[in-house]
Nanobody
Framework: QVQLVESGGGLVQAGGSLRLSCAASGTIFRINGMGWYRQAPGKQRELVARISSDDSTNYADSVKGRFTISRDNAQKTVYLQMNGLNPDDTAVYYC??????????????WGQGTQVTVSS
């Protein structure tokens, strides 16, 4: 059993910052790529940022220069530092991780989502 638990969402004014965290737990052999996605009302879920097992990263154009993804392998945690937030960043943010379990099965896991609301 593998779980991803997110934290750090909330309400912030435009221009402000938030830091999201996502901790993985359970029967984990290895965590491969990890990422953050978001879904705004009436829109499809979209990639925000991803970080691979070698710490290479990629970002959506809309967040480049404002958001930073990082990971702590010892803590099995991925972070998303969000600076310069604007109302367009309002969405439910989901953590995703490609995890190999102790049964040596690999698949994607998702967190429950955390709401980020940016007021103008």
């Amino acid at each position: 059993q593998v779980q991803l638990v997110e934290s750090g969402g909330g309400l912030v004014q435009a221009g402000g910052s938030l830091r999201l965290s996502c901790a993985a737990s359970g029967t984990i052999f290895r965590i491969n790529g990890m990422g953050w996605y978001r879904q705004a009302p009436g829109k499809q879920r979209e990639l925000v940022a991803r970080i691979s097992s070698d710490d290479s990263t990629n970002y959506a154009d809309s967040v480049k220069g404002r958001f930073t993804i990082s990971r702590d392998n010892a803590q099995k945690t991925v972070y998303l530092q969000m600076n310069g937030l604007n109302p367009d960043d309002t969405a439910v943010y989901y953590c995703q991780a490609s995890i190999t379990t102790t049964m040596l099965r690999t698949r994607d896991y998702w967190g429950q989502g955390t709401q980020v609301t940016v007021s103008s």
